[in-house]
């Protein structure tokens, strides 16, 4: 299996429409790869809070229909990344957090809208992405040909429980878009890794690179496979890492090494 991941540089001189038609070009010049993915919030900036008001679209929003045509006219599977996603508003939600999320979509090679993962971890404590966002509350899978992908985004990477609840589910691939900042760039790369070990997965994750409100981005794209060995990672800059990895090398794993077998605690039933 091919994957593309695609670290965008998200500066802040660029439009978002510029971007949007830039990154569905980069999009349809991986014709030949199995799965391409993106980075979280490439329209806006991960840190650029004060623009996701102004920039949330609905989920069919221009960055779906500028995604699906690019994944059909490249015949990919395409993990686009997320959007700031405004939902129509729901009865009891906070002002102010609940009509927004960090949303990700996931594309068929036909163009086809079949996942969205609203993100469920969100970032800030008490500012930023954390007040101004509401929090996702389902796991989601996809099932592709040659895998089961599991989606996570950015600061999910931390919270182990999230992506043992989609092993559970029947992921083999962990997919984690993000946009991490470059001073804890030691852990997106540990974590990544740790992840991969415990969950007997393989682990694409795919940040963003250039500046987002003042804060450096990490970059270092990366991809690990079930027993931690980095099979690929990118440097700092705007680049596509692409890797050849196979899929079966997790039940392979697992079976020569049945550590999840042995499980103990959590082993209450997967909410689908």
């Not at 404590?125 to 899978?141: H, I, P, Q, S, Y």
């Not at 470059?182 to 393989?202: C, G, I, K, M």
């Not at 990366?222 to 039940?251: C, R």
Request: negative net charge; hydrophobic residues 40%; aromatic residues 6%.
């Amino acid at each position: 299996m091919r994957a593309s991941l695609l670290q965008i540089d998200v500066n802040e001189g660029e439009s978002v429409e510029s971007r949007r038609g830039r990154v569905a070009s980069l999009v349809r010049e991986q014709a030949g790869a199995d799965l391409v993915v993106l980075p979280e919030l490439w329209t806006t900036g991960a840190f650029a809070y004060e623009g996701f008001t102004e920039e949330a679209e609905p989920i069919d929003g221009p960055t779906h229909e500028a995604m699906a045509k690019a994944a059909s006219d490249a015949g990919v599977w395409l993990h686009a990344g997320s959007i700031p996603e405004r939902a129509p508003s729901e009865s009891g939600s906070a002002a102010g957090s609940g009509s927004l999320y960090n949303t990700s979509l996931v594309f068929s090679p036909s163009g086809d809208l079949v996942a969205a993962y609203r993100k469920i971890h969100r970032f800030g404590f008490d500012k930023g992405e954390a007040v101004l966002m509401g929090a996702g509350r389902d796991l989601v899978t996809v099932r592709l040909p040659e895998t089961t992908l599991g989606l996570g985004t950015c600061y999910d990477l931390r919270f182990p429980e999230l992506f043992r609840g989609l092993v559970d589910n029947g992921a083999e691939t962990l997919v984690l878009p993000a946009g991490w900042p470059e001073r804890r760039r030691s852990h997106w790369t540990l974590l990544a890794q740790a992840r991969a070990v415990e969950n007997q997965a393989f682990v694409l994750a795919c940040g963003t690179a250039g500046t987002h409100a003042g804060v450096p981005q990490a970059g270092h794209s990366i991809v690990v496979d079930p027993w931690g060995e980095v099979l690929a990672q990118a440097g700092a800059g705007e680049e596509v890492l692409t890797v050849e990895f196979d899929p079966a090398k997790v039940a392979t794993t697992r079976e020569q090494f049945p550590a999840l077998k042995d499980r103990v605690l959590g082993l209450e039933p997967p909410r689908r």
